[in-house]
């Protein structure tokens, strides 16, 4: 079973940024993409990249959070800046192995244990 681990959450401030890694052991997704879930509020889409490095974000993400993936390692990325209150939630990585890339959750079927991230006002 391919493991997902998600690191490099934490405490920070609002504004400031934050980078979230995912370690994919042994296996490269065609699509990955992080998802998050805040209290009170169902698990949402964030951002999502394709191998060959297509990306797509969520609407309230887009010039703030930027995606990346490093292939040769099987890791991707989430550079979060400017980050909100707004933006605290347990942030969690997913494999895909559909080759159109991805936002829908249902079509993730590797996920992680999430990191939480918490941004204090």
């Known amino acids: 079973q391919v493991q997902l681990v998600e690191s490099g959450g934490g405490l920070v401030q609002a504004g400031d940024s934050l980078t979230l890694s995912c370690a994919a052991g042994g296996r490269t997704f065609s699509s990955m993409g992080w998802f998050r879930h805040a209290p009170w509020k169902k698990r949402e889409f964030v951002a999502a990249i394709s191998r060959g490095g297509g990306t797509s974000y969520a609407a309230s993400m887009k010039g703030r959070f930027t995606i990346s993936r490093d292939n040769t390692k099987n890791t991707m990325f989430l550079q979060m800046s400017s980050v909100r209150p707004e933006d605290t939630a347990v942030y969690y990585c997913?494999?895909?192995?559909?080759?159109?890339?991805?936002?829908?959750?249902?079509?993730?079927?590797?996920w992680g244990q999430g990191t939480q991230v918490t941004v204090s006002s």
């Open positions: 997913a494999g895909s192995s559909w080759s159109i890339l991805q936002i829908e959750e249902r079509r993730y079927g590797s």
